[in-house]
């Protein structure tokens, strides 16, 4: 995403899985073709992909990917149930929030 919020897409590839190589090899070539390293990354919480990223580039997972694990968790068992509480109501004032 430009700073101006246009969104633009940079590459797109079929690849043989999430491996970090498979994810260096993409990251590598996009390099090769001018892109710089990131000022934030964000990811689906693949760790291929989190491995493979520019060393200090900043990472958040997404929202709509942290909110799906709250709520498998959640439908887990009534202990976990109770420990995930916490996680969708701080997901909840995230996706709520005025300024995103």
């Keep these: 995403m430009r700073r101006n919020g246009q969104k ?3 590459a797109l590839r079929s690849m043989d899985g999430e ?3 498979a994810w260096a090899a ?6 090769r073709r001018g892109l ?15 491995a493979a990223l520019w060393p ?3 990472v958040q997972r997404c929202t709509v990917h942290s909110t799906a694990t709250c709520w498998r968790t959640r439908r887990i068992g009534c202990k ?8 969708l109501a701080g997901l909840r004032r995230l996706r ?3 300024n995103r």
């Design 80 to 87: 976990r149930r109770r420990a995930a509480e916490p996680c």
């Design 36 to 50: 710089n390293a990131p000022e934030f990354v964000i990811v689906d919480g693949a760790p291929g992909l989190e």
């Design 96 to 98: 709520t929030a005025r």
């Design 8 to 10: 633009v897409l940079l």
């Design 26 to 31: 993409f990251l590598a070539d996009m390099t």
């Design 19 to 21: 491996s970090t190589a």
């Design 56 to 58: 200090g580039a900043p």
